[in-house]
């Protein structure tokens, strides 16, 4: 069983930057592809972006690349989304996600939500104009 617990949200200012971050439990977390998806009022939860296992391959939704960078620190448990250049369309509630089917796999990580089967709570970013 893997617990996520996410932080780092708050309100910013557009053209700002914040860093989610999220805290895992259990010992297999080293193993399982990371993910960070998010959800707008009135829309559905959306892909940002992945890592696998090493840090070694990550994927991004083409709306927050060049702006968002996903890393992780095995040693610690946790994972990262460092957002910068902030625009008031990335308001949503950031969740932390874990595809815990991949053992140490080399493959690209997943941008499909229903291959994430572990979820934290979310937290909340808001970019003001």
């Known amino acids: 069983q893997v617990q996520l617990v996410e932080s780092g949200g708050g309100l910013v200012q557009a053209g700002g930057s914040l860093r989610l971050s999220c805290a895992a439990s259990?010992?297999?977390?080293?193993?399982?592809?990371m993910g960070w998806f998010r959800q707008a009022p009135g829309k559905e939860r959306e892909f940002v972006a992945a890592?696998?296992?090493?840090?070694?391959?990550?994927n991004y939704a083409d709306s927050v690349k060049g702006r968002f960078t996903i890393t992780r620190d095995n040693a610690k448990n946790m994972v990262y989304l460092q957002m910068n250049s902030l625009k008031p369309e990335d308001t949503a509630v950031y969740y932390c996600?874990?595809?815990?089917?991949?053992?140490?796999?080399?493959?690209?990580?997943?941008?499909?939500?229903?291959?994430?089967?572990?979820w934290g709570q979310g937290t909340q970013v808001t970019v003001s104009s």
């Open positions: 996600a874990a595809d815990r089917k991949t053992d140490y796999g080399l493959g690209i990580p997943s941008k499909r939500r229903y291959d994430y089967d572990a």
């Open positions: 890592i696998n296992w090493s840090g070694g391959r990550t």
């Open positions: 259990g010992r297999t977390f080293r193993s399982y592809v």
